[in-house]
């Protein structure tokens, strides 16, 4: 990739609605962006490998569960503190972003709120440092957008659970030390189990030939009659809740992350206009050029107003699943939308590895499915207005 020379918008100063500690953490995540991963994520997206050296620095930036309390080895920050690390990552690169919006709001997250003071003492210190990899087990082979309907289960023996069942599309579950895994016990509620590696009949093969992603690892959980230690259930909330929960933490991470992405595609698309030039003059002297790069600052703008409301509802404790699943789905497809139009201006050099383009664009198409997808946030964002859920559509409700 070409030298990282990212200049990141700020069309409405909204800078000054930034505290310094905030504007400091910032600036240390995109230095450490620009001379560690920047020089390197090309080349492993190419290679389709996730770039494990960088765990260590992720950890020490604050990647590695930004808002969890200084007693449990987190940093201890805010929500908006938690949102412009993730934007800073998911400038460099979604699949960056996704490892560190996993370990810290779909593994630390629930260790930490429905976990015990001995859970949370025994795997959050080591999460926080990265010395162990966590992941995340919702979906299943055939219950993507309707978890509810999960069939991996677990069965009281007495002195331990036996699990089985099999989770798919599940990030670094290849690389993961330990899961937080979702499954019903007889009676079908869900609970929320730790499953370590190395526990016998548990394995956790990769998923190939990924088109986007790629500098992220992917894969399956399978459980055949895995013994789990009754000691290993999160014993403080179950229910579908307690996952989608976890997901409105995670999906606020993205709202943020996704600015992240799309600054990159419009500064890197705003640079290049101004320097290529055709017909004897800088393509950005066209008003079809230009009408692309207003309509990109103008949505950008209007996500970074948006999630930073929605980060100050999240520090009073006043933002809804609803209000974060608008941002998540917003903030997505802007970015899908301004990858697409910053790859256009970029011609011909816009697929290639020189740019980051063609990886936002290809990254973003994962992320628009991932925590959701563009379709059932719509769903949610309808049921929220109308009372009346869409979801099932089998007319019981009327
Ligand atoms: P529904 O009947 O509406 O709700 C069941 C219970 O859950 C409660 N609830 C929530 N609680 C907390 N946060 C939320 N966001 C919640 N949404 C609902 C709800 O109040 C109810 O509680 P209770 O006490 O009444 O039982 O459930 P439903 O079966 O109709 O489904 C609703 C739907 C479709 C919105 C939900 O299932 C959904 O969000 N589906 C999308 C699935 C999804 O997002 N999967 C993500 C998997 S993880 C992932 O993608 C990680 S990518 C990681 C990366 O690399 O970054
Ligand atoms: P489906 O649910 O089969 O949906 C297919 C299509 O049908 C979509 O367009 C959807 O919008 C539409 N649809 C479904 N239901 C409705 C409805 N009621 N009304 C209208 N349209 C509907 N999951 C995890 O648990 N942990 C992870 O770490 C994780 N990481 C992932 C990483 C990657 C790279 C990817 C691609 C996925 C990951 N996922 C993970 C899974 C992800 O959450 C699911 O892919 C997502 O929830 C959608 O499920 P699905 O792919 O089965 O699609």
Not at 22 to 45: F, G
Not at 217 to 222: A, I, S
Request: proline share 4%; with cysteine; charged share 25%.
């Amino acid at each position: 990739m070409a030298e990282d020379r990212f200049q990141a918008p700020d069309y409405y100063n909204l800078d000054e609605l930034l505290t310094e500690e905030h504007k400091l953490i910032r600036e240390t995540v995109r230095a450490w962006v620009k001379k560690e991963v920047s020089p390197i994520i090309e080349e492993y997206a190419q290679k389709a490998q996730f770039p494990k050296q960088i765990i260590a620095g992720l950890a020490e930036v604050g990647g590695f569960g930004p808002y969890i309390p200084t007693e449990y080895g987190g940093p201890g920050l805010d929500q908006i503190s938690y949102g412009l690390i993730m934007q800073e990552l998911e400038r460099c690169d979604s699949g960056v972003r996704s490892t560190s919006s996993v370990q810290s709001s779909l593994v630390m997250y629930p260790i930490w709120k429905y976990g015990n003071e001995e859970q949370r003492k025994k795997y959050l210190p080591k999460l926080a440092t990265g010395e162990f990899i966590g992941c995340f087990g919702l979906t299943e082979p055939d219950h993507g957008s309707n978890p509810g309907g999960m069939i991996t289960n677990f069965k009281d023996m007495g002195d331990h659970y036996l699990l089985n069942g099999a989770k798919m599309w599940i990030t670094n579950a290849p690389i993961a030390d330990i899961a937080v895994v979702w499954a019903k016990n007889e009676q079908g509620r869900i609970h929320g189990l730790i499953v370590e590696r190395g526990m016998e009949g548990f394995t956790t093969p990769e998923t190939h030939d990924k088109w986007s992603l790629r500098a992220s690892v992917t894969g399956e959980l399978v459980f055949d009659n895995v013994k789990v230690p009754k000691a290993n259930l999160l014993p403080n909330k179950s229910g579908l809740g307690a996952p989608l929960g976890c997901l409105d933490s995670a999906r606020y991470g993205i709202a943020w992350g996704a600015i992240g992405a799309a600054m990159d595609c419009y500064d890197s698309a705003l640079r290049y206009s101004k320097e290529r030039k055709q017909f004897g003059v800088p393509i950005a002297s066209f008003q079809l050029t230009q009408k692309k790069l207003a309509e990109m600052i103008t949505e950008i703008t209007k996500a970074q107003l948006l999630t930073w409301r929605l980060g100050v509802l999240r520090n009073e404790g006043k933002a809804t699943s609803a209000q974060i699943s608008m941002a998540k789905r917003n903030n997505v497809d802007m970015a899908l939308k301004i990858a697409r139009e910053a790859r256009q201006i970029h011609g011909a050099m816009g697929i290639t590895g020189e740019y980051s383009i063609m990886r936002h664009m290809a990254n973003l198409e994962s992320v628009v499915t991932y925590e959701g997808t563009h379709d059932i946030h719509l769903l949610i964002t309808g049921m929220d207005v109308t009372g009346l859920s869409a979801f099932k559509n089998d007319g019981t409700q009327f």
